[in-house]
Nanobody
Framework: QVQLVESGGGLVQAGGSLRLSCAAS????????MGWFRQAPGKEREFVAA????????YYADSVKGRFTISKDNAKNTVYLQMSSLKPEDTAAYYC???????????????????WGQGTQVTVSS
């Protein structure tokens, strides 16, 4: 059974940094892509970043380019989202997700993803 467990959320001031982690278990993820999504109150869930587990292809939403960095640790089966220069509009519940198979076009669509974590809250104060 696939499990994705996020951690690392919290309260941070604008301009600060946080690192989210997503620990994956339950199968071999070498053929998967992993994505981060976020959902603010009253808004739809939106794509943040994705990384392909084997090839290291990396994709970002325009709103986070240059501020967020997605990475992975194959040995630990863990994906990270390093968030810097945080803004109040980054406040949301952040979710990690896994998908297989995938294409470049499907990586940004939440409906493409098969497995989801429970989410971790990030709150950025002004």
């Amino acid at each position: 059974q696939v499990q994705l467990v996020e951690s690392g959320g919290g309260l941070v001031q604008a301009g600060g940094s946080l690192r989210l982690s997503c620990a994956a278990s339950g199968r071999t993820f070498s053929t998967y892509a992993m994505g981060w999504f976020r959902q603010a109150p009253g808004k739809e869930r939106e794509f943040v970043a994705a990384i392909t587990w084997s090839g290291g292809g990396i994709y970002y939403a325009d709103s986070v380019k240059g501020r967020f960095t997605i990475s992975k640790d194959n040995a630990k089966n863990t994906v990270y989202l390093q968030m810097s220069s945080l803004k109040p509009e980054d406040t949301a519940a952040y979710y990690c997700a896994a998908v297989r198979p995938f294409t470049r076009a499907t990586l940004t669509a939440q409906r493409s993803y098969d497995y989801w974590g429970q989410g971790t809250q990030v709150t950025v104060s002004s």
